[in-house]
């Protein structure tokens, strides 16, 4: 497994709202933004993503000599809602052989508009990081726990944007699993000032109101650092 280098807690970046500003007017007239487009803003907003490259529909594959093995290539498509549905993942790619065998397998997916192709992530513990417009309370931001805990337990928090750092670690104590981000049974303590970056740079997007949804499903967090291993996020039309 390669290492990644994730991102320190805390680094420089320019203002949120310019940030997001230029990729709104880049990007005018978009409802629904691609996963490397979603990830370029928050690499660009000094949040971490794993190293990767995107592979346009009829462009010429080129060998990517800059990634290390293993890797992982995902269907990209505005069309597409979930990418596990339509076989749109292969995870665990070895060699040369087997990435280009699964991105031209990626490319005849209906509606694929191109193939991202990303180093594999270290293994950390998984979490969940959204926001959303609610008809009822506005900007809204949700933090949860990965796998079983979503998916068995629906432990999930909710807060309204925009979010201190302080209200983020309140938000994040809300769920029955946050004992495990601590340091649970001899494990090491994860990064939760990262995790707050996180909930924080997602709360001020939400609060813009130009934004109508973000999902960062899963989050990779680790002792130091974090990676957002998948992103979607769609424009208010």
Not at 33 to 38: H, I, K, N, S
Not at 56 to 71: C, H, M, N
Not at 76 to 90: L, P
């Amino acid at each position: 497994m390669t290492n990644q280098n994730p991102s320190p807690s805390i680094g420089s970046e320019k203002p949120l709202l310019k940030v997001l500003n230029n990729f709104m007017n880049k990007n005018r007239g978009k409802g629904t933004f691609l996963e490397r487009e979603a990830k370029g803003l928050f690499k660009e907003m000094g949040l971490a993503v794993p190293k990767g490259s995107f592979i346009a529909r009829g462009e010429v594959i080129q060998p990517l000599t800059d990634l290390a093995f293993p890797l992982v290539a995902k269907v990209s498509s505005s069309k597409i809602t979930s990418k596990s549905d339509v076989g749109g993942v292969k995870v665990g790619i070895k060699d040369k052989v087997e990435l280009s065998r699964a991105i031209h397998e990626l490319m005849l997916i209906e509606n694929a508009e191109g193939v991202l192709v990303e180093e594999m992530a270290p293994q950390g513990v998984e979490v969940i990081v959204g926001g959303v417009i609610d008809n009822q309370f506005g900007p809204v931001v949700m933090f949860g726990l990965g796998g079983v805990f979503v998916e068995l337990f629906r432990d999930v928090a909710f807060g309204l944007a925009p979010l201190l750092p302080g209200d983020a670690l309140w938000l994040i104590q809300q769920t029955k699993g946050h004992r495990l981000l601590d340091g649970y049974r001899g494990k090491p303590p994860l990064d939760i000032t990262a995790l707050i970056r996180i909930i924080s740079v997602v709360s001020e997007i939400m609060a813009t109101r130009v934004v109508k949804e973000i999902d960062l499903n899963p989050v990779a967090l680790y002792p130091k650092g974090s990676l957002i291993l998948d992103a979607k996020m769609a424009a208010i039309t």
